[in-house]
């Protein structure tokens, strides 16, 4: 299938979609050009950035999380923000 059919397809099914249809197929087709935008930004980051990340997502798995207000408060008196 050449691409101007695929193309044509596409938009003959999307034209046939109710809203509600459509909104589940519009949510696909956002997640999937934000998963390439993410994977291209992962792929651009530095390794002890990716390290940090990965190292997050560990922590937070294991349930080792501290509640947001404590963490909030720190990053306030840090870096002296008042609010």
């Known amino acids: 299938?050449?691409?101007?059919e695929i193309k044509s397809d596409l938009f003959n099914k999307i034209e046939r979609l109710n809203l509600r249809q459509l909104?589940?197929?519009?949510?696909l087709?956002?997640?999937?050009?934000?998963s390439n935008e993410t994977v291209e930004e992962?792929?651009?980051?530095s390794p002890r950035l990716k390290e940090k990340?990965?190292?997050?997502i560990q922590e937070a798995d294991a349930?080792?999380?501290?509640?947001l207000p404590e963490v909030?408060?720190?990053?306030?008196r840090k870096y002296g923000v008042h609010g």
């Open 1 to 4: 299938m050449k691409a101007i």
């Open 29 to 34: 087709f956002q997640n999937y050009f934000n």
């Open 23 to 27: 909104k589940e197929v519009y949510g």
């Open 72 to 76: 909030t408060a720190r990053l306030r």
């Open 53 to 56: 990340i990965e190292n997050g």
């Open 63 to 67: 349930n080792i999380v501290k509640p």
């Open 42 to 45: 992962w792929n651009n980051m």
